[in-house]
């Protein structure tokens, strides 16, 4: 079964945002070009949102910076196509931690990091993680949103100032190879700009917890490390050795690596090393003398475990690093943007593309802020780094629709493939009426009814007789018994309210 009913009927209360059709105006402006401002691009383009992400910077940043691509994240990538691009730039390791002394020492011990391995993750999701950087997923997001009709993308056009009124935002935008500055108004602006974002200084809102954990340097190089693991492929080597301890990692495919170390006062930095005095330290950590890697970069980054006072300002929010900002471990700071910027996209969206009512937008910081601030406890733990899949997997999927294979027009899907961009019902094969149901929803927001076997029916929940009521990112709404009446516009509005 594969029927979609748009209701025609008005919701009470329901407000309408509405731009004329030949007005070319974004209904959005996204602020940060990272991996949340270009998730919350796509998505909202999806929807037939008009769009316009700018970006202070002339292009994407080359630092390989986050390393992880968590499950449910790569399930987002997957819906849109994007899966193969994406793996075809991760190394090939388990999505654990070995505490070495060196890398060619052959003694050490396995840490969880959280992560599922293969087997593990295809009990749960269509999908696993992907140990890619974050400098090979960007590219991939910006062709994608550039490949849209109603994306617009600015890179080097600042966000410098903006104002509110009832009716949307204006935003003063600074073209930097120019020198010129306009403004341009949408319905809502989102900032993604960044642990210094102008965005969330401009709304008011303020950051809570500490802001110096410590600071990091970081040397990129290439050099043959997958050939000394050997048969150890890990995602992250703690190497233990007293004049180099540090973490060594893959950073994506060709023996791209990293060595990370914490700096403290009295200490020679990473960014005042010489070449020469850099290939030596990766050469001790390796544990081969004779190692001559290819210096790429040198950088430095601070630990923070920050999150903001709140996420929305009226017609503002904030995501990403704008909205909590997390030390790297457990490997969860790129993964809780991706999913807050998902979440607030489908949300905006509804509002705009299908007049959903606009205290549905409230919701994005009553769900997504007890993750970021779950997330953001755990990185401040010194400890946070190692934790069992079963233990942080669930902060990851969320409570979404359990999945499931089953057979569709001749080939295999997941339960996940069955959720569309409105509402969606799934029942039994053999339970009669829920189109009646469907239709009778009171929204206009697009109804999907799916019809799976028995045996898909009894995994994600349903009872005999029932059904149950989907979000778009598969939060269940609902849980019916049997067929039940007319759901109301109050009914229905609590519902998606409380998600």
Known sequence: MNRERNNPAVTAGLQADRVPAADKAPQVIVAGAGPAGLVAAITLAGYGVRVLLVDKRPEISGLSRALVISTRSMEILRSWGLEDQVRAGASDVEPCGWVTPTLASGEGTVIPLGHPSAAEAAKVSPSRPAWAPQDHLEPILLARLRGSPVAEVRLGCELTALEQDDHGVAAVLHDRSTGTTHQARARYLIGADGAHSTVRDQLGITMEGPDALGEYHRVEFRAPLAAIAGNRRYGINVITHPEVAGVLAPRGRDDRWGLSREWR?????????SPEQLADLIAAAAGVASLRPRIERVSTFSFAAQIASRYRERRGF??????????????TGMNTAIHDAYDLAWKLAWVLTYRAEPSLLDTYQAERRP??????????DPNGLSQTADQALPWDLNGRLPHHWL?????SISTLDLLGDGLTVITGAAEPGWDHVAAALDTRVPVAVRAVDQPTADHIGIQPGGAILLRPDGQ???????????LHSGALADHLRRG
């Open 318 to 331: 904030v995501l990403g690093d704008a909205a909590h900002r997390m030390t790297p471990r457990g490997g």
């Open 476 to 486: 269940p709404l609902m849980n019916w018994r049997k067929p039940a009446g007319r």
């Open 371 to 380: 993750v970021g601030l779950h997330n953001v406890t755990r990185s401040a």
């Open 265 to 273: 006062p009295g200490q020679p930095a990473l960014t005042a090393q």
């Open 407 to 411: 057979r569709h027009r001749d080939r």
